[in-house]
């Protein structure tokens, strides 16, 4: 079974993919636009240490100015999603004045996880069909070719020199 870097983290009832760059509750994917994805990512890898809010806007918005509200609400819509605040769970804490801070247990699944063998066979698949009629096809040119030509010229050795 092939082997992909894949880093997982899991948190709660969530599984933060960043291979497939997605956000996954019990299994079933959530919508994150790219900047949600990569600030949440932030965090997560950072976790229990405070990022600063110039930091993030850094990272997230690189060399472009972008007002702090920005940041305000990506983190204001990756709580809404993660249901931060909701049964007690906590995820991202707000230092006031400096930045954001995650703070649930995150558990990496691991650096190297085996892909699956469905999506093996699928990426296979995926290519083996159009590769069998592009060689198809060109046994069928060839073949025809040879036919048309084969009888009308003469054959000779291709180590043989014409004075």
Not at 3 to 27: A, I, M, S
Not at 139 to 162: H, K, N, V, Y
Request: with cysteine; proline share 8%; glycine share 8%.
């Amino acid at each position: 079974m092939p082997v992909e870097k894949v880093n997982v983290y899991e948190f709660g009832p969530f599984r933060l993919e960043t291979g497939e760059r997605r956000l996954l509750q019990d299994g079933r994917s959530l919508p994150l636009t790219p900047k949600m994805f990569d600030m949440l990512l932030l965090l997560v890898e950072n976790r229990d240490h405070l990022l600063e809010k110039s930091e993030l806007m850094e990272r997230l918005w690189p060399g472009v100015y972008v007002d702090e509200a920005n940041l305000t609400r990506n983190v204001s819509d990756v709580r809404k999603l993660l249901g931060d605040g909701t049964n007690g769970h906590r995820y991202i804490q707000t230092v006031p004045k400096r930045g954001y801070r995650f703070i649930a247990p995150v558990r990496e699944a691991g650096a190297a996880a085996a892909v699956s063998p469905k999506v093996s066979c699928l990426r296979a698949a995926r290519w083996t069909v159009p590769a069998v009629l592009v060689s198809g096809a060109a046994l069928i040119f060839w073949l025809g070719w040879r036919e048309t030509d084969g009888p009308t010229r003469p054959r000779s050795a291709p180590w043989q020199f014409c004075p």
